[in-house]
């Protein structure tokens, strides 16, 4: 039975996108998961890097899903270019029917839940979505609705990371109150760490402190150019070289991510 993983924060430029590509591939590639990635951001830059077209090209997409009454997310998937590791494209046009999302309209909030085919869940162990950078958007809200669990990446170089992370975590109540009971953080997840300022050391403090030790992850995603480069060459790091600091830190995330649900969900 898949385990659904939003990785959310309204923060832009955090490593969103970075974490649900690269946790995606290591998860295929060293713990033989099935992962299926959902791209709810309008930006679309999970797609572009999983995707093996544009996400002008793809046959299918959050869209469908969300239109298309005869779509669920089993005949949305394609598979990316890596392999055990399927994606449901995000699209650009998803930034007009967020607009039509409003607080009025229904599927605003529970559009996808009934998508949620027994096929996809028996297929995937991992169904991460990438989530887009706002607080209580119709696709925030639909990802978190169908989650189990979300991870909250935060960044160690910013004094403001954790800036706004009360609001983040009241708009997230709304959901769990209201509609998901079961909608758990599973951890925070520190990223472009560098080792060689006092200001990243101190803001790891700052994490740990904030939201509980047991609650971050011991993995730390150092700052590493080949992940930017990475994400350039619209690659996951570990394909683009093993050797690499970032590959190393994802896969040992991605190892951490699946003893961590393994608790959970025995
Ligand atoms: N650990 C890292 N080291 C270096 N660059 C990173 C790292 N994580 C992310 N980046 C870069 O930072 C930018 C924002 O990352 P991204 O994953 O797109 O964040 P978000 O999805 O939260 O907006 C991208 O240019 C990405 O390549
Ligand atoms: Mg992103």
């Not at 758990?184 to 300022?197: A, K």
Request: include cysteine; aromatic fraction near 8%.
């Amino acid at each position: 039975m898949a385990i659904i993983i939003s990785v959310a924060v309204q923060k832009g430029g955090v490593g969103k996108t970075t974490t649900v590509v690269n946790t995606a591939h290591a998860l295929a590639k060293y713990e033989d998961q099935h992962v299926l990635v959902v791209d709810m951001d309008p930006q679309h830059n999970s797609s572009m890097v999983l995707g093996k077209v544009t996400p002008y090209e793809q046959p299918r997409s959050v869209i469908n899903l969300f239109e298309d009454k005869t779509m669920n997310f089993s005949a949305c998937a394609v598979p990316s270019k890596y392999k055990n590791v399927d994606l449901i494209a995000s699209h650009i046009d998803l930034f007009g029917l967020g607009e039509s999302l409003g607080p009025s309209n229904p599927k605003g909030i529970v559009a996808l839940k009934s998508k949620l085919d027994s096929g996809a869940l028996e297929k995937y162990d991992f169904i991460l979505i990438d989530c887009p950078p706002n607080l209580g958007g119709p696709f925030l809200n639909n990802a978190l609705v169908i989650s189990d669990h979300y991870i909250i990446p935060v960044e160690s170089e910013s004094y403001f990371a954790l800036k706004g992370m009360q609001q983040f975590q009241e708009s997230v109540s709304v959901i769990k109150e209201t509609i998901n009971p079961n909608l758990e953080l599973l951890g925070v997840l520190i990223t472009m760490f560098d080792p060689r300022t006092n200001a990243s050391k101190a803001m790891v403090d700052a994490i740990r402190n904030y939201f509980g030790h047991s609650k971050v992850f011991n993995t730390i995603i150092h700052r590493n150019t080949a992940i930017n480069k990475a994400n350039m060459l619209r690659q996951a790091v570990c394909h683009l070289d093993t050797r690499t600091p970032g590959c190393q830190n994802y896969r040992t995330f991605a190892a951490e991510l699946l003893e961590w649900t393994k608790r959970i969900h025995k």
